[in-house]
């Protein structure tokens, strides 16, 4: 069975890595399983045939067979769990790698996002100047503590697994405000994941599809 799955046809970053997508692409390389990409117009992203997937008309998805996915972080999990490459074989380090995957993306990625709303959806609200320095705050209040976690070590915990790969995924998100900058333990630790081949791939498949002139009607 094939796997497909779906991205923006235009990412809004232009291909820089930081749609959810590239997350699945990267996971699937390090895990060497092809796959295929179907593109979704931004109009077409409500519509009845792309929300039969993604009940909240997002990307991206994942089909495989009968079975369909959302939730980058969900698919990410099923192809660690079914594939070897991003989970330890030990038990207890398997759990600590899983539990690295759910605080990225709950507990470091929120005020990332919120700071991208405000800063390109919300800008031109007046409350935007007094609301920007409390989110950003938060933020490296959550990295400060990640620096520490993290320490001298290569990795979260012991060697590359599903836990750096999304924690990689959610800090790459804060590079355009210039606040991972500020923690040179951590934007030497993104830039790890970067160099990994599988990552390489993935970026350059991704970058490729927004590099290529926009299909005629």
């Known amino acids: 069975m094939s796997i497909v799955i779906t991205a923006f046809e235009r990412s809004p970053d232009g291909g820089m890595g930081l749609a959810r997508d590239t997350r699945v692409r990267w996971a699937l390389e390090e895990v060497g399983q092809p796959y295929e990409v179907r593109l979704v117009p931004f109009g077409a992203m409500k519509e009845p045939a ?42 207890n380090a398997r759990a600590r790698a899983i539990t690295w995957m759910f605080a990225a993306l709950n507990t470091v990625e929120p005020p990332i996002l919120e700071l991208v709303t405000a800063r390109f959806v919300e800008g031109d609200k007046p409350w935007t100047p007094e609301r920007m320095p409390l989110i950003a705050g938060r933020i490296r209040e959550r990295l400060g503590r990640l620096v520490t976690r993290l320490g001298d070590a290569e990795w979260l915990d012991g060697g590359f697994s599903a836990g750096d790969l999304t924690m990689v995924s959610v800090l790459l998100r804060l590079r355009p405000s210039g606040i991972l900058a500020e923690f040179p333990s951590l934007a030497a630790y993104v830039a790890r994941g970067e160099a990994r081949p599988a990552y390489q791939r993935a970026f350059a498949a991704q970058l490729a599809i927004n590099a290529a002139p926009v299909p005629g009607p």
Do not use: C, K
């Not at 009968?66 to 989970?87: K, M, P, W």
């Open 50 to 91: 792309h929300v039969s997937l993604h009940p909240f008309g997002q990307i991206p998805t994942y089909e495989e067979g009968d079975l369909v996915l959302f939730e980058s972080g969900a698919i990410i999990f099923h192809l660690a769990d079914r594939h070897t490459g991003l989970l330890p074989m030990d038990a």
